[in-house]
Nanobody
């Protein structure tokens, strides 16, 4: 059974930082690219960042480029999202996703106050 457990969200002031974690199980973690998505109230879920299987390549949405960093630890089956210089528009529930698999965790809420 695929399980994805996101954590690390919270309430932070604009300009602050958070580090999200996603602990994965039930599949061969090292064989999948991993992505972070987010969904703000009333909006579609959007792709934030992707990292390849061994972390050699990363891609970011233009809105977070230069502020967010995705990384992974294949030994711990965990993917991370370091978020710096947070803005109120980053407020959303953040989810991780393995490749194109249709599995989602419960997400972790990030709220950035102005």
């Amino acid at each position: 059974e695929v399980q994805l457990v996101e954590s690390g969200g919270g309430l932070v002031q604009a300009g602050g930082s958070l580090r999200l974690s996603c602990a994965a199980s039930g599949f061969t973690f090292s064989s999948y690219a991993m992505s972070w998505y987010r969904q703000a109230p009333g909006k579609e879920r959007e792709l934030v960042a992707t990292i390849t299987t061994i972390g050699g390549m990363t891609n970011y949405a233009d809105s977070v480029k230069g502020r967010f960093t995705i990384s992974r630890d294949n030994a711990k089956n965990t993917v991370y999202l370091q978020m710096n210089s947070l803005k109120p528009e980053d407020t959303a529930v953040y989810y991780c996703r393995p490749g194109r698999l249709h599995y989602w965790g419960q997400g972790t809420q990030v709220t950035v106050s102005s």
